[in-house]
Nanobody
Framework: QVQLVESGGGLVQAGGSLRLSCATSGRIFSINVMGWYRQPPGKQRELVATITSEKSTNYADSVKGRFTISRDNDQNTVYLQMNSLKPEDTAVYYC???????????????WGQGTQVTVSS
């Protein structure tokens, strides 16, 4: 059984920073793309950023220059450093990973349970 557990969310004032972490566990053979998504109140889930195993990154236009995604391949962990936060960044943030498990040898997309980020004005 694979699990993704996010941490680091909370309440912060506009202009502040937060760092999200997502730790994976289970019978993992390999992890390809890892990413962060968010779901603002009353809206659909949207892409925030992704990072490949080679550490190639991709960002939503709304967070470019403010957010940085990174990963530790040894620890199978992905991070999201969020700076210059704005009230419109308020959302539940979800971790996502394309994971190939050991037994059975199978590749699936896994999601974390989400962590709330609230930015006050």
């Amino acid at each position: 059984q694979v699990q993704l557990v996010e941490s680091g969310g909370g309440l912060v004032q506009a202009g502040g920073s937060l760092r999200l972490s997502c730790a994976t566990s289970g019978r993992i053979f390999s992890i390809n793309v890892m990413g962060w998504y968010r779901q603002p109140p009353g809206k659909q889930r949207e892409l925030v950023a992704t990072i490949t195993s080679e550490k190639s990154t991709n960002y939503a236009d709304s967070v470019k220059g403010r957010f940085t995604i990174s990963r530790d391949n040894d620890q199978n962990t992905v991070y999201l450093q969020m700076n210059s936060l704005k009230p419109e960044d308020t959302a539940v943030y979800y971790c996502n990973a394309d994971i190939t498990t050991v037994a059975p040898l199978r590749k699936l997309a896994y999601w974390g349970q989400g962590t709330q980020v609230t930015v006050s004005s």
